[in-house]
């Protein structure tokens, strides 16, 4: 292996890998219909979990590669017990300068100050809608929780929070002005999400695509939008509303694919790890893990790994060919 460490973690498409998403579990509390099917239930079974042992070492690992940020996701992450505690081993790794966590907030609320002092740094919290009786149909949840975790949220000290919504037609497009107005009135950033086909939902997922160009388009006849700020490593394109310090991230994996950027690759609950949201390619690190493998080992399989990155997804030319669902690989 070469001598520097980050020279390590460039895939054969020349992108230098620094973002590890890491699913804590595919489990959820709700079911928001584009994610996961009602009444799913062929979740991973707990023996095939990575252990806080593993995910630490696996971490520690991808840090010494390069790997500089980390996100927490799932499934829904806080429905696994201990998450503040891991978190809180993480982000004192040597290397990883931040620690961030993606959730749905409905069990935010007796977390949120825990985590912050474990040390995550970011929250992304799903919302999409603001309306009590929408938002149950979307997702099975309540509203007033998510309300109450986000709040909570920010009371710990979190900022800027990042509201992810997923834009779906004819249900929620009547309330992009009615978002922005809420980001606006607690100083949170939105970022608008369209919806990718991924495994059994992708049907629902399809027939309820918007293209951002149009939402912003929408968006840009009330509020004076100054493009391009907020440039980073991440998918979203950043507007300003003007006047404000609001940021709106477009996410449009779909109308305007930014794969030629992608700096990350996905960690799922059992340890697989995938190289590209919409297909197939994928290492399995448990096995390696549960039979002892030394560092040096798990790096040399890491780089195996990432030659395996495709250049980019195949959500538009081949819709269907995803089989998991965005729960299963960490969204
Ligand atoms: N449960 C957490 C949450 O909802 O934020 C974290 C995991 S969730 C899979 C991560 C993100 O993926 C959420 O913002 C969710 O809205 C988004 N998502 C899930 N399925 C999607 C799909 N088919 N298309 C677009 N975004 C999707
Ligand atoms: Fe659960 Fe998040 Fe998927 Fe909704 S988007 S079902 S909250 S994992």
New binding site residues.
Partial sequence: MTSDPTAALIDPHGRQIDYLRLSLTDK?????F???PQGFHDFEKNENWLSFDEIERVVRVFSELGVKRVRL????PLVRKGVARLASRLSVLPGLDDLSL???A?LLKSQAQSLFDAGVSRLNI?LDSLDPEKFESI???RLADVIEGLMAAKAAGFAPLKINM?ALKGINDDEFEDMVEFCLEHDFTLRLIETMPMGATSEQATDRYLDLGEVKARLAQRYDLIPGVMPGGGPARYVQVNGTDLRIGFITPISQHFCETCNRVRLSVDGTLHLCLGQSHSYPLKPLLRKGIDDAGLKAAIVEALALKPLKHEFVEKPSQVVR???MTG?
């Fill in positions: 959820c509390n709700l079911r928001c584009y994610c996961m996701t799932g499934g829904e993606s959730t749905n409905s799903s997702t099975g949840g997923v669902l965005m729960s969204g």
